[in-house]
């Protein structure tokens, strides 16, 4: 069966530092998202890109954020400047086209973000 | 703000019993829910969704009910198992999924053998 994949699962980085969490979706969607989850809290949207552009993001998701699609099966977040606030669980999602009446996200195992 | 709102924090269950993990939502927007499981350090994995279009959606143990003038969702597991401890997370989203998911803030499911 299909799934998201996520590298690496841990990245411990120093406070200050660029990181570039990567994701390959299911092959045949067209739907890209990238969520988190601080411990403790719930799943937050951070970014929703289509078409090779942002559709949407949060306020989470300032400027030192930023999502690229690099070629046909990797999705890639990058974070600039890390802060020790960014640490968190970091999940990719990837959804099929829209036109369709349900259109579930499926969820990669994430990567563990660890900024010190 | 929350939009999604779970606010059972835990629930024990018999094994063999009826499990019923619900939801609230104030979005009126929202037009598309969906259930997911989570284990510790693993992605969630989805479960079951539902349509505003419906109000019941059934798959094998699972079944999902949405009251849209209530705003309430819920999901029944049942038989309960054992595997199916985990953290639960209700999840809503507009435009008929093609938009971001909001999540409630999770139910933890135990299965007592």
């Known amino acids: 069966e299909p799934e998201v994949t996520q590298t690496p699962s841990h990245q411990v980085t120093q406070m200050g530092q660029e990181v570039i969490l990567r994701c390959v979706p299911i092959?045949?969607?067209?739907?890209f998202y990238w969520y988190r989850q601080i411990l403790g809290q719930k799943v937050e949207f951070l970014v929703s890109?289509?078409?090779?552009?942002?559709?949407?993001k949060s306020e989470i998701f300032d400027d030192q954020f930023s999502v690229e699609r690099p070629d046909g099966s990797n999705f890639t977040l990058k974070i600039r400047s890390t802060k020790l606030e960014d640490s968190a669980m970091y999940f990719c999602a990837s959804s099929h086209t829209s036109g369709t009446r349900s259109n579930e996200q499926f969820f990669g195992p994430g990567t563990r973000l660890t900024v010190l | 703000d929350q939009q999604v709102k779970q606010n059972s924090p835990s629930l024990s269950v018999q094994e063999g019993r009826i499990s019923i993990l619900n939801c609230d939502y104030t979005?009126?927007?929202?037009?598309?829910f969906l259930w997911y499981k989570k284990y510790p350090a693993e992605g969630p994995t989805f479960l079951i969704s539902?349509?505003?279009?419906?109000d019941k959606n059934e798959d094998g143990r699972f079944t999902v009910f949405l009251n849209k003038s209530a705003k309430h969702l819920s999901l029944h597991i049942v038989p309960s198992q054992p595997g199916d401890s985990a953290v639960y997370f209700c999840a809503a989203s507009a435009n008929f999924g093609n938009e971001k998911l909001t999540f409630g803030t999770g139910t933890r499911l135990t299965i007592i053998p």
């Open positions: 539902i349509s505003s279009i419906k």
């Open positions: 979005n009126s927007m929202f037009d598309y």
């Open positions: 890109f289509y078409n090779n552009e942002i559709s949407e």
């Open positions: 092959s045949n969607h067209l739907y």
